[in-house]
């Protein structure tokens, strides 16, 4: 099993920026690949963007395309999910997930506890 941790959440302006930070540990294989889901009070959990271990598939919802960027570290173990250009509907508790296959279908193996980012107006 692995373990996820999130952080970097908090609270920014509108048109701001922030940056999540994920990392795993445990046995992690190869074909391992993260990314991120949120949720929004009173919504259900969508996803955001996911990437997997080489870089060479990266996914984006249509909500964040353009605005945001995922990237990894592997030697870190590391996820990034870089926002730009936030919005209030960016606002909402931030998952990290990791599947040995993918997290874009199904339910993912792995979760963190989330972390919240807020967007101010």
């Known amino acids: 099993q692995v373990q996820l941790e999130e952080s970097g959440g908090g609270l920014v302006e509108i048109g701001g920026s922030l940056r999540l930070s994920c990392t795993a540990s445990?046995?992690?294989?190869?074909?391992?690949?993260m990314g991120w889901f949120r949720q929004a009070p009173g919504k259900e959990r969508q996803f955001v963007a996911a990437?997997?271990?080489?870089?060479?598939?990266?996914y984006y919802s249509d909500s964040v395309k353009g605005r945001f960027t995922i990237s990894n570290d592997n030697a870190k173990n590391t996820v990034y999910l870089q926002m730009d250009d936030v919005r209030p509907d960016d606002t909402a508790v931030y998952y990290c997930?990791?599947?040995?296959?993918?997290?874009?279908?199904?339910?993912?193996?792995?979760w963190g506890q989330g972390t919240q980012v807020t967007v101010s107006s």
């Open positions: 990437i997997n271990r080489r870089g060479s598939a990266i």
């Open positions: 997930a990791g599947d040995r296959v993918t997290v874009r279908v199904g339910n993912p193996e792995d």
């Open positions: 445990g046995r992690i294989l190869e074909s391992y690949m």
